[in-house]
C-alpha cells in the first residue's frame, strides 16, 4: 500500500492503481480459463460458459480504464493509513477462525475478536474487555442454544454450560 | 363491497384478546430476529414451526405474519445505527441512513424508516385485500423474459450508487458480477470458480458478503485512520425526532417505495432487493438534495425501507391467492398452512374465509404494533451509538460474525466473511463505491438465469426478448433511462458537477 | 441443551434402569446432522425424528447439526470424516444427494456410509396449465416424440429428482432423453409460476407442492408416479397409461463408515422403533410425509440400485462426464 501524502501533486503515476488494474486483468484471466473448463451441456439457448466470458470482458475493459487513471494520476487523493490497528483486527478474525476451526467453540472465538478489535481502537484494559467479551458471548451463546435450539460451534466452554 | 364485510370480519377475529398476543409475540421475536444479520424471518418461522403447531392455525399463521412484519424492521436498524444490514433487503437503507447516524441523525433515521415501513406496510396490505386477483393474474404473465428485461432496467438504475467516477462504480459492479458466478450453475449443474472447494459450490452468500464489505470493511477502515482524528460519534445532533422539514422530505419517498415494492413483491421472483434499488434511484434523481446523497439524505432511507416492507405485504398476494411461495419466509408460512392440512390458494378464500381474513386483518394490527413497539425504541437505539468507540466496534465485529456462525459455521465462510472485510476496507481506501458489488452480485444471478431460461424456452431465438409486450415495454424503459442522462449532459450540462 | 447434567442424569437413570431392563437404547445421546441449512427438508426431517425419538423413548436426547452446502456435500464429506465409527451419531439425506454427489464429482459417496433406513418419500406428478392440448400422460408422450426440444419442463434444481424424471419419462416413451429441454427454476413458487403462465409446456414436482392448484383446477395432472393409484386420488399412474416410470423423492438415515455390526442393530432398532411410535405418525400426518420404512439390508440395496440408476440418467443428459 503506497501511502502518498494528501498534497500528492496531480498527474503522477499510481503505482496503488496500476496494481489494482493488474489484478482487474488477472481476474478476467482467472474468469476464461474457468470458462474453458465448462462444458456447453445445455441443449438449448445459452450455455455456463457464455456469461463468465462477458464478465471477463468488461472487467478487461476496465482494467485498461483503471490503468489509463492511474497513469494519468487521476486517482482520489488518499490520506496515510495506519498499518498496526488494521493488522490486530484481522489477527482477531484469523483467531476468530483458526478457534472455530480447531473446535474451540463460539464463547472464546468471539471473545478473541472482540479483545483484539478493542485493542486496536485504543484500549488497553485487556483482562477487563476480556471479561466483558467472555459475558457477553456466553450470553449470546445461551440465547441462541436455549430460545433459537440453533447450535452454535460447541468448545470446551461451552459444553459446560 | 364483499371485501369490507370480510375485512370487517376478519378484524373481529383479529382482535380477540389470544390472537393480538400471537401477534405481539411474533413482531417481538420478528423484529428481535430480524437485527442478527444472517438469520432472517424465514429461519424464524422453521424454527418455529414445531412449536407453533399446538396452537390453533389462525393464532399460529398470526404470530408467523407478525415474524415476518418484525424482520423486516429490525433489518433495518441495524442497517442504520452500525452499516451491518440485518438481510440484502435493508442493504440500501444502509447506504444513506449509515451516514444519518454518524452524522447524528440516526433518531430521525429510524424514525422515519419505522413510519416508512408502516406507511408502507398498511398501504400494501390494503393491497392485498383488494387487488390481489387482480395482480396475482398479471404477475404470473410474467415470464423469464420479462424478468430479465426488469433486471436490464435495474442494471441502467443502479448507475445511482456509482459515486462520481463511472469507472470505478462499473470496476465495483463488476466485481459483484464475478461474485455471482461463484457456484454451482443453476441451469446445468456445474461448478463455476469454485476451485473445488465444495463450501464454494452454493455460491457467495449476499448476507456474508454485504456483512463483510459494509461492517468489518468500515470498522478496519475507521480503525486505520484513527490516528488522524478521534472520530466522535455524536449519538444526537439537533432533534431527535422527525422534524417538519424531514416529514415533508419522507412522504414521498414512502408512497413512491411503496409503488415500486408491493408490485415487484407480488412477482413470483420479484423479490424485496429490486424495489429497494429502484427506489433509492429513483430518490436520488428525484430529490432537491442531490449533493446530501452519499452523506445522509432523508429520502433515501424513506423510500427503500417503504418499498422492503410494501415487497413483504406484496409476497403475501401469489401466497395466499395461488398458494405460490415466493420467498423463503413465504414457503416457511406455506408448510405452516400445510401443517394444518389447508392448502392457500384459490380455495382456501372460499373454504376458510375467516382465517385468510384474519391473517390480512392481523398484519394491519402488526404492523401498528411495529410502529408503537419501534419508535420509543428510537432513542434507546440511537444511545448505543455513545458506547465507547473500541467497544462499540468490538461489539459490531462480534455481531457481524455472529450471524454467518450461526447459519455456516464454516471456516470457509469465515474466511470469505474476512475477506470481503478486507475488500471493502481497500475499496474504501481506493474509493471504489462498495454498494455496486453488492447490486452486481444480487442481480447478476438472476438476469443470468432468466436470460437463458427465456433462450432455452424460446431453442436460441433472442427476439422472444420483444416478443413479449412486457418485455420490450421495461427494455424501452432501460433504454431510455440509459440515454437520458447523455442526452442531458448534451443540453449543456456536460461538466457541470465535477467535484 | 443441558448437557452435562442431562449426562449425569442419564447414567443414573440407566444405572437403575440396567437393573430393571435390558433396553440399552433408553440412555442413547445421539447426534443427528441435517447436511442443509435450517428449514429445508432434510432439516425439518432431522427435527421431526429429533422430536420423534425423544417423545418415543428411545433416545435421551437428540442434537440436530447443520452442515449445509452442495447439496449435501459438503455434510457428507464431514460426516464421513468427522463421525468415523461413532454409534451415537446419524446423518439424513435424500434423493437430492446422490445426483449433487455425482455432479459435484464428491471425494466422498454414499458406498462410505453405513444405510440405516428409508424414511419417507414423496409421489413426483407431472402437471400442464388447465387449458392445455396435453390431456394424458401419452399426449405429452406423443408431443415428445414429435419434437423433443418444443416440450418444455419447468422443475427444480439440474440434476434434482425433477430433471432425473424428465429424463426417465423421455426415456420411457423411446425419446432421446439426452434432448429434454428441461428448465430449472430455483423453489416451487418460481416453476409454478411459469407453468400456470403457460410459459412452459409442463411442470414437475412432488404432488403436495401442486396439490392446491390441482384441485382448484389451474393444473391438471397427467400423471403420478406411484406404483398404484393413490388412494383416495383420481389422478392416474403413468404405469396404468402404458408408460413405466416410477420414482420417488425419497428421505433416509445413515450411520457413519466404520461401525460395528452391533453399533449398526442399535441404531436400527432405535429408528425401527421411532417409525412405528405414535409420535411419528403424529408428525408424518402434519408434514403430509408418505411412510416409507424401509430398513436393514433392503434398503442398502434400495440405495446401491437408485444410485446406479440416477447416475445413469445424469450421465445421458450429459450433467456427469462417465
Given at each position: 500500500m503506497t501511502s502518498g501524502d494528501p498534497a500528492q501533486p496531480p498527474r503522477r503515476v499510481d503505482r496503488a492503481g496500476i496494481i489494482i488494474a493488474a489484478l482487474l486483468a488477472a481476474l478476467a484471466a482467472v474468469l476464461v480459463f474457468d470458462a474453458r473448463g465448462l462444458q456447453s451441456t445445455a441443449m438449448y439457448g445459452m450455455g455456463p460458459e457464455a456469461m463468465p466470458v462477458v464478465i471477463a470482458i468488461g472487467l478487461a475493459l476496465l482494467a485498461i480504464g483503471n490503468f489509463v487513471d492511474a497513469l494519468r494520476g487521476n486517482l482520489p487523493a488518499r490520506e496515510s493509513s495506519d498499518p498496526v490497528p488494521v493488522v490486530l483486527i484481522l489477527i482477531g478474525l484469523a483467531l476468530l477462525i483458526a478457534i472455530i476451526g480447531f473446535g474451540g467453540g463460539f464463547i472464546l472465538a468471539t471473545s478473541a475478536l472482540f479483545v483484539t478489535t478493542s485493542a486496536a481502537f485504543g484500549r488497553r484494559a485487556v483482562l477487563v474487555d476480556s471479561i466483558i467479551a467472555l459475558v457477553m458471548s456466553t450470553l449470546i451463546y445461551l440465547a441462541f442454544d436455549r430460545l433459537l435450539t440453533l447450535s452454535l460451534p460447541a468448545g470446551p466452554l461451552e459444553r459446560l454450560l | 363491497m364483499d371485501t369490507f364485510a370480510a375485512l370487517a370480519h376478519g378484524m373481529a377475529v383479529a382482535i380477540q384478546p389470544m390472537n393480538l398476543l400471537y401477534a405481539l409475540i411474533g413482531v417481538f421475536l420478528g423484529t428481535a430476529v430480524g437485527v442478527l444479520p444472517g438469520i432472517g424471518p424465514a429461519l424464524t418461522v422453521a424454527l418455529l414451526l414445531p412449536v407453533t403447531y399446538k396452537l390453533d392455525p389462525g393464532g399460529s399463521l398470526i404470530m408467523f405474519a407478525g415474524i415476518y412484519y418484525g424482520g423486516m424492521y429490525g433489518g433495518s436498524t441495524t442497517a442504520i445505527?452500525?452499516?451491518?444490514?440485518?438481510?440484502?433487503?435493508?442493504?440500501?437503507?444502509?447506504?444513506?441512513?449509515?451516514?444519518?447516524?454518524?452524522?447524528?441523525?440516526g433518531g430521525p433515521a429510524l424514525a422515519t424508516s419505522a413510519i416508512g415501513s408502516f406507511v408502507a406496510g398498511t398501504i400494501a396490505t390494503i393491497g392485498l385485500a383488494f387487488l390481489a386477483p387482480w395482480l396475482v393474474d398479471f404477475a404470473v404473465r410474467f415470464g423469464p423474459e420479462d424478468y430479465f428485461a426488469l433486471m436490464c432496467v435495474a442494471f441502467v438504475t443502479v448507475s445511482a450508487t456509482f459515486g462520481d467516477s463511472p469507472i470505478r462504480g462499473l470496476t465495483s459492479l463488476f466485481i459483484g458480477l464475478t461474485l455471482g458466478l461463484v457456484g454451482i450453475d443453476k441451469l446445468t449443474g456445474q461448478a463455476r470458480l469454485a476451485f473445488g472447494v465444495p463450501e464454494l459450490l452454493d455460491g457467495v452468500e449476499v448476507t456474508t458478503l454485504a456483512v463483510g464489505l459494509f461492517a468489518l470493511g468500515e470498522a478496519l477502515y475507521v480503525a486505520s485512520r484513527r490516528h488522524h482524528s478521534e472520530e466522535k460519534l455524536e449519538p444526537v445532533r439537533g432533534s431527535l425526532w422527525m422534524t417538519k422539514e424531514d416529514w415533508k422530505r419522507s412522504w414521498k419517498p414512502w408512497l413512491r417505495g411503496t409503488m415500486f415494492g408491493f408490485p415487484i413483491g407480488a412477482l413470483p421472483a420479484g423479490g424485496a432487493e429490486i424495489p429497494t434499488f429502484l427506489s433509492y434511484s429513483t430518490e436520488k434523481r428525484l430529490t432537491k438534495y442531490p449533493e446530501e446523497f452519499g452523506k445522509g439524505a432523508i429520502e433515501g432511507v424513506a423510500g427503500p425501507e417503504a418499498a422492503n416492507n410494501a415487497s413483504a405485504a406484496g409476497t403475501l398476494v401469489p401466497l395466499l391467492t395461488l398458494g405460490l411461495p415466493t420467498s423463503a419466509t413465504a414457503a416457511m408460512m406455506l408448510a405452516?398452512?400445510?401443517?394444518?392440512?389447508?392448502?392457500?390458494?384459490?380455495?382456501?378464500?372460499?373454504?376458510?374465509?375467516?382465517?385468510?381474513?384474519?391473517?390480512?386483518?392481523?398484519?394491519?394490527?402488526?404492523?401498528?404494533?411495529?410502529?408503537?413497539?419501534?419508535?420509543?425504541?428510537?432513542?434507546?437505539?440511537?444511545?448505543?451509538?455513545?458506547i465507547p468507540q473500541p467497544w462499540l466496534y468490538a461489539g459490531i465485529l462480534v455481531f457481524a460474525t455472529m450471524g454467518t456462525i450461526a447459519a455456516k459455521p464454516s471456516v470457509v465462510e469465515l474466511s470469505m466473511l474476512a475477506g470481503f472485510g478486507v475488500l471493502g476496507f481497500l475499496m474504501r481506501r481506493f474509493d471504489f463505491p462498495i454498494a455496486p458489488v453488492v447490486v452486481g452480485l444480487i442481480l447478476g444471478p438472476i438476469a443470468e438465469s432468466q436470460l437463458r431460461r427465456a433462450l432455452a424456452i424460446s431453442l436460441g431465438d433472442p427476439m422472444t426478448l420483444l416478443q413479449s409486450p412486457i418485455s420490450a415495454t421495461l427494455l424501452g424503459i432501460a433504454l431510455v433511462a440509459l440515454l437520458a442522462p447523455f442526452v442531458l449532459k448534451g443540453m449543456g450540462r456536460f461538466k457541470a458537477n465535477e467535484d | 441443551m443441558y448437557r452435562f447434567p442431562a449426562r449425569l442424569v442419564?447414567?443414573?437413570?440407566?444405572?437403575?434402569?440396567?437393573?430393571?431392563?435390558?433396553?440399552?437404547?433408553?440412555?442413547?445421546?445421539?447426534?443427528?446432522?441435517?447436511?442443509?441449512?435450517?428449514?429445508?427438508?432434510?432439516?425439518?426431517?432431522?427435527?421431526?425424528?429429533?422430536?420423534?425419538?425423544?417423545?418415543s423413548g428411545?433416545?435421551?436426547?437428540?442434537?440436530?447439526?447443520?452442515?449445509?452446502?452442495?447439496?449435501?456435500?459438503?455434510?457428507i464429506a464431514q460426516f464421513v470424516n468427522g463421525a468415523k465409527g461413532d454409534g451415537n451419531q446419524m446423518m439424513v439425506n435424500g434423493f437430492v444427494m446422490v445426483g449433487a454427489l455425482a455432479m459435484n464429482k464428491s471425494p466422498v459417496t454414499l458406498e462410505q456410509v453405513t444405510p440405516i433406513a428409508r424414511l419417507t418419500e414423496?409421489?413426483?406428478?407431472?402437471?400442464?396449465?388447465?387449458?392445455?392440448?396435453?390431456?394424458?400422460?401419452?399426449?405429452?408422450?406423443?408431443?415428445?416424440?414429435?419434437?423433443?426440444?418444443?416440450?418444455?419442463?419447468?422443475?427444480?434444481?439440474?440434476?434434482?429428482?425433477?430433471?432425473?424424471?424428465?429424463?426417465?419419462?423421455?426415456?420411457?416413451?423411446?425419446?432421446?432423453?439426452?434432448?429434454?429441454?428441461?428448465?430449472?427454476?430455483?423453489?416451487?413458487?418460481?416453476?409454478?409460476?411459469?407453468?400456470?403462465?403457460?410459459?412452459?409446456?409442463?411442470?414437475?414436482?412432488?404432488?403436495?407442492?401442486?396439490?392446491?392448484?390441482?384441485?382448484?383446477?389451474?393444473?391438471?395432472?397427467?400423471?403420478?408416479?406411484?406404483?398404484?393409484?393413490?388412494?383416495?386420488?383420481?389422478?392416474?399412474?403413468?404405469?396404468?397409461?402404458?408408460?413405466?416410470?416410477?420414482?420417488?423423492?425419497?428421505?433416509?438415515?445413515?450411520?457413519p463408515p466404520g461401525i460395528t455390526p452391533e453399533q449398526r442393530k442399535t441404531l436400527s432398532d432405535a429408528v425401527e422403533k421411532m417409525v412405528k411410535s405414535d409420535a411419528w405418525k403424529e408428525i408424518l400426518k402434519q408434514k403430509g410425509w408418505e411412510d416409507a420404512y424401509l430398513g436393514g439390508d433392503a434398503f442398502a440395496d434400495f440405495l446401491k440400485k437408485e444410485t446406479v440408476r440416477v447416475t445413469d440418467v445424469l450421465k445421458s443428459v450429459g450433467l456427469v462426464k462417465s
Open positions: - | 445505527l452500525i452499516n451491518t444490514p440485518g438481510e440484502s433487503a435493508s442493504m440500501a437503507t444502509a447506504l444513506e441512513g449509515n451516514k444519518m447516524a454518524k452524522a447524528g441523525r405452516g398452512f400445510q401443517q394444518y392440512g389447508l392448502n392457500p390458494g384459490p380455495l382456501l378464500f372460499a373454504e376458510r374465509p375467516d382465517l385468510v381474513w384474519g391473517l390480512i386483518a392481523s398484519l394491519f394490527i402488526a404492523n401498528v404494533m411495529l410502529l408503537v413497539l419501534n419508535l420509543p425504541l428510537v432513542g434507546l437505539w440511537v444511545k448505543l451509538l455513545a | 442419564g447414567a443414573a437413570v440407566a444405572l437403575t434402569l440396567a437393573a430393571a431392563t435390558p433396553s440399552l437404547a433408553q440412555q442413547m445421546e445421539l447426534k443427528l446432522m441435517a447436511p442443509a441449512a435450517p428449514g429445508g427438508g432434510w432439516d425439518q426431517t432431522a427435527r421431526s425424528m429429533q422430536q420423534a425419538l425423544v417423545a428411545v433416545a435421551r436426547s437428540v442434537q440436530v447439526t447443520n452442515v449445509p452446502g452442495a447439496g449435501g456435500s459438503v455434510g414423496e409421489i413426483q406428478v407431472i402437471v400442464v396449465p388447465a387449458n392445455s392440448p396435453i390431456k394424458t400422460a401419452q399426449d405429452l408422450a406423443t408431443a415428445v416424440k414429435a419434437d423433443i426440444a418444443k416440450v418444455t419442463f419447468a422443475g427444480g434444481s439440474a440434476g434434482g429428482v425433477d430433471h432425473v424424471m424428465a429424463a426417465l419419462f423421455a426415456g420411457a416413451v423411446g425419446a432421446d432423453a439426452k434432448k429434454i429441454n428441461y428448465i430449472p427454476f430455483s423453489g416451487g413458487g418460481e416453476s409454478l409460476a411459469a407453468i400456470l403462465g403457460g410459459k412452459v409446456t409442463a411442470g414437475i414436482s412432488g404432488l403436495s407442492e401442486y396439490e392446491g392448484q390441482i384441485k382448484s383446477g389451474k393444473l391438471r395432472a397427467i400423471g403420478v408416479t406411484s406404483e398404484k393409484r393413490i388412494p383416495g386420488s383420481d389422478i392416474p399412474t403413468f404405469k396404468e397409461q402404458g408408460i413405466d416410470l416410477v420414482i420417488a423423492n425419497w428421505r433416509s438415515v445413515v450411520a
